[in-house]
């Protein structure tokens, strides 16, 4: 039967080091120590598709935020800033050696936590963990400034040299979500090592555990003590610390636009710098000429990939009002023919979500949306039995300045709507406090690039959505984020400029 939870004994067998990692008293990453928090505190690490606790971690607090931030800082001054980036470019390939190596250990980890499926702890947390890795490790040795020639004149006949030098900006904070937990991680540390900072890394607290893991494959891997360092905790204890820490010059943060706001404040208020990595509520386009062929492809990578909770989830869907009914129709039967189950059954395809908080927060959208009047085609409630589970939900009838059309939801339910034109559709994509991503359906290359030049969102999909790739740059316009993650734009969020100018005598 559809849609009903599979209850048999998961498929994967568990590596006898996941099951050691579980049971072990997890401290915080601190130098090369493994420190309790300094308050004895810990929290439970729980299972989503179980609802039941599988480990502990410290609760970290500001007492513990602050020793990491000063081991940070050590590191920084001491042996770090002496490698050469060919070193630093060695250590980052030998850390990316060593998560391929434990990567089955990893990609269990994070599902047991996460609840995600295998298939994609595998594949994306630490597959593209790995990519990522590499491909930053090459910006190391390729970080350059310029030579600038200025009109400038000098007194007499002496001239002026000028130059520029890129500096890494110092201790970072890193502060990340539940979604992605070692992906997210590495895309915090990868560019930061690159350009020569060290870190102090806040897992989510509903998944810390491959963050700790990460943090010991770094020591494993010769990075030195102090240059990655992680604390476990909470967001308003740990978190708050962290953005609010004098020792810290960046943050890079994230999460959701809420948070964001308050990280992004405390950071200038005391002028380090910050990037923001937030929410969205993303249009997919579906012009009348689409494929049809790619309806199924586009519901499943775009709005039920990892469950929904996904920044850049496709949410809001438009469709052409001449193929709505096919479009809605062949969405609803494919979400009704998920199978749903644990992340460790390799045949599930629907997983729970991360947290008992994060399934009420969805299915109260949804129920309000019901309220509002919107008709619900598939889904609508939560998964049978224990667990986090919440039914992939497709819902029709919803007005423009409904809720449910204009606030991100990070569940796997999504509202599709029927436009009339061009100009309708992009004034209706674009009229949100978001900016993240969309993508536009179409077989007409002029249709394609008239969409997607006027469309206000930092990646645009064409017959696609939720591609990343580590050379892409990633990040949102207006409330969607300030900065952008991979390529070589990242490498500004971790790097100071100096100029320096040099009097050369006559
Ligand atoms: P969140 O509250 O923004 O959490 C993101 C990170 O910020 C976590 O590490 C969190 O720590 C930390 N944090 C929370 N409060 C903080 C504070 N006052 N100061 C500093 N750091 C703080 O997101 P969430 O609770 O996990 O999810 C809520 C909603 O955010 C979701 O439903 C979704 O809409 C959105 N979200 C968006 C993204 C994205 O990628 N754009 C990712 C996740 C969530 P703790 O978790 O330990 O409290
Ligand atoms: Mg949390």
């Not at 509520?281 to 990939?305: Q, Y």
Request: net charge negative.
């Amino acid at each position: 039967m559809t849609q009903e939870r599979r209850t048999e004994t998961p498929a994967i067998r568990l590596l006898p080091e996941v099951d050691a990692f579980l049971k072990r008293k997890h401290g915080l990453i601190v130098g090369d120590g493994r420190p309790s928090a300094a308050s004895s505190a810990t929290m439970a690490v729980m299972d989503p598709a179980t609802g039941t606790a599988v480990s502990n971690v410290a609760a970290g607090t500001a007492d513990d935020v602050d020793v990491a931030v000063r081991a940070a800082r050590s590191a920084l001054e001491g042996p770090w800033s002496s490698l050469t980036p060919s070193e630093r470019q060695r250590l980052l390939h030998r850390l990316a050696d060593l998560i391929e190596r434990n990567g089955e250990e990893l990609a269990q980890l994070e599902t047991i936590n996460n609840g995600k499926s295998i298939h994609m702890s595998r594949a994306l947390e630490v597959g593209g963990a790995v990519e990522f890795l590499r491909y930053m490790a090459g910006w190391a040795t390729r970080l350059e400034g310029s030579t600038l020639n200025l009109s400038t004149r000098a007194p007499g006949a002496a001239r002026y040299h000028a130059y520029t030098v890129r500096e890494p900006v110092g201790v970072v904070g890193a502060i990340i979500p539940w979604n992605f937990p070692l992906g997210m991680a590495i895309w915090k540390i990868g560019p930061a090592l690159a350009c020569g900072c060290t870190v102090v890394l806040k897992p989510a607290d509903e998944t810390p555990l491959t963050a700790l893991r990460l943090g010991e494959l770094c020591l494993e891997a010769g990075i030195p003590p102090g240059v990655v360092n992680v604390v476990t905790g909470t967001g308003p204890e740990a978190g708050a610390a962290l953005a609010a820490h004098p020792g810290i010059d960046k943050i890079a943060f994230t999460g959701s636009t809420e948070v964001g706001k308050r990280v992004g404040l405390a950071a200038v208020s005391r002028m380090a710098r910050f990037s923001l990595e937030l929410g969205g509520k993303s249009p997919m386009i579906m012009f009348p000429d689409m494929d049809s062929e790619l309806t199924g492809l586009a519901a499943n990578l775009g709005v039920f990939f990892n469950q929904g909770q996904v920044c850049a989830c496709g949410s809001r869907i438009y469709a052409h009002a001449s193929i709505f009914d096919r479009v809605v129709a062949d969405i609803a039967g494919m979400a009704r023919s998920l199978k749903m189950g644990s992340g460790l059954d390799p045949d599930s395809q629907i997983n729970p979500l991360v947290s008992a908080k994060q399934q009420n927060r969805v299915l109260g959208f949804v129920e309000r949306a019901l309220e509002d009047g919107a008709e619900a085609l598939s889904g609508a409630a939560a998964g049978d039995g224990p667990g986090y589970f919440v039914k992939p939900t497709l819902l029709v009838n919803a007005g423009d300045t409904m809720e449910i059309v204009r606030e991100e939801v990070f569940g796997p339910v999504v509202v599709a709507m029927p436009f009339k034109d061009m100009d309708d559709v992009i004034a209706r994509a674009n009229d949100t406090r978001y900016g993240l991503a969309a993508s536009v359906w179409t077989r007409d290359i002029a249709t394609a690039h008239a969409a997607v030049a006027r469309l206000k969102a930092g990646t645009v999909w064409v017959n696609t959505h939720n591609v990343l790739d580590a050379s892409m740059p990633f990040g949102g316009f207006k409330e969607s984020g300030i900065g952008r993650e991979h390529g070589a734009e990242v490498l500004n969020n971790y790097l100071e400029t100096k100029s320096v100018c040099v009097a050369l005598p006559a």
